[in-house]
């Protein structure tokens, strides 16, 4: 069978076509190219049941990812993260079926190794030698490993705030790293600089069309986990968005394929940082794309990015499937992280904190309704963003009974 049904790439905006044979960065007007696939003559050979033999990763949909040759696959063992019912915070949001898609289960702890592995994958098969990337940490800590695995050299550029477990798996993983005093946005100008001076592939947050391929399995596998019928609503915590563009343009393939069995797409929600929300902001104004967002900060780190490329095609998927965007504040994104962890037992990002707190939020106005299906993006796992020394716990003495001390029922 043939390993993949890729036939081009396009331009998001003017339709322009580049072949996928050849290394291609944004169009020549300017927007990310995307990846089309000939998903006429796939659903004549593929059906949903022959899936079942495969391999338990996301390379089990490997004729809808751009890679043609299997040799050039380069693998941790990503994709197929649980789909997570959430009875008891579900009850306590008054939601009935509420589930997590728990990205903190991949390798190097986030979704970013989806489109890692994919994006790696594609780079090694064009025969790229060297790459580079801005980032806020997590896909930077990811493509470097990949790229280890894969024998391509990365070069890496984040924020100085970034959390420091993940600089230091960037640091292990052999990249080149340097921090700047900024944000990402100034990490990304730094990295174009770089790619033309250096003759480096620019891996940047859409101006590669690959790393939508990667996280687009997201949406296949939560498909594939309900029995190919489709969530009413998925809540995306977004900062570039590739994650919730991803999943839309996967779910389309897949209507397009005839393999949903409800024959619906859910409402998709992108979910901000009060202090950084120009995606909630543009869609609040009717709008089709954003501003820039002036001195943008968040405990919520990766979704700290004041102007993301593909802003257009986030709010896109909000508008197409009468989807919504919001934001919420620091202090109850922190609150509600705690909550979760208490009340299920799932020590979540940041980031996943906030796409719960917006589905409590939805659901007391009333957007969300109590039978309906939701499931929630968890982007990562909440041991990442520790720093110990903001955690204050009682040191007993060598002595001391335990049974006496008052934090015990």
């Not at 080149?176 to 592939?201: C, E, H, M, P, W």
């Amino acid at each position: 069978m043939t390993f993949s049904f890729v036939t081009q790439l396009s331009c998001s905006k003017c339709s322009h076509v580049y072949s996928s044979d050849l290394i291609h960065q944004l169009c020549k007007c300017g927007f990310p190219l995307l990846v089309d696939y000939d998903l006429e003559a796939l659903a004549k050979v593929l059906k949903p049941k022959d899936l079942l033999e495969r391999s338990h990763d996301l390379w089990r949909y490997h004729e809808l990812l751009p890679i043609k040759r299997p040799e050039n696959v380069v693998s941790l063992g990503e994709g197929m993260t649980p789909l997570l019912p959430m009875p008891k915070l579900g009850a306590d949001m008054g939601i009935s079926h509420l589930y997590m898609k728990d990205e903190g289960m991949a390798p190097t702890g986030t979704f970013k190794a989806r489109g890692a592995a994919v994006g790696v994958s594609k780079a090694k098969e064009l025969g790229v030698k060297g790459l580079v990337m801005p980032t806020n940490g997590n896909a930077g800590a990811a493509w470097s490993v990949f790229s280890s695995r894969a024998g391509i050299k990365s070069v890496i550029i984040m924020p100085k705030d970034a959390p420091a477990m993940i600089r230091s798996e960037v640091a292990a993983a052999n990249s080149n790293l340097f921090l700047v005093d900024g944000l990402i946005s100034d990490a990304g100008r730094i990295a174009a600089k770089a790619a033309a001076d250096f003759q480096l592939y620019d891996v940047s947050t859409l101006k590669e069309p690959y790393r939508i391929e990667g996280k687009k399995t997201m949406g296949l596998e939560i498909v594939e986990q309900l029995g190919w019928e489709t969530p009413d609503v998925i809540i995306y915590p977004a900062g570039g968005g590739v994650g919730l563009i991803a999943i839309h343009k996967a779910f389309k393939e897949l209507e397009k394929l005839g393999w949903l069995n409800s024959g619906r797409m859910p409402r998709f929600v992108a979910v901000q940082a009060e202090g950084c929300a120009p995606i909630v902001k543009a869609w609040d104004e009717k709008k089709r794309e954003s501003e820039f967002w002036p001195d943008s900060r968040t405990v919520a780190f990766g979704i700290n990015v004041p102007k993301a490329l593909g802003d257009f095609l986030v709010l896109q998927a909000i508008y197409e499937t009468n989807g919504c965007a919001l934001a919420v504040g620091d202090d109850e994104i922190l609150g509600e992280q705690k909550h979760i962890v208490g009340k299920e037992g799932a020590f979540i990002c940041p980031e996943g904190a906030a796409a719960f707190l917006a589905a409590r939020k939805l659901r007391e106005s009333g957007w969300i309704r109590e039978n309906e299906r939701v499931v929630v993006i968890n982007t990562g796992m909440g041991l990442k963003y520790m720093d110990n020394e903001n955690i204050n716990l009682p040191v007993l003495r060598a002595d001391e009974d335990i049974a006496s001390l008052p934090v015990l029922p």
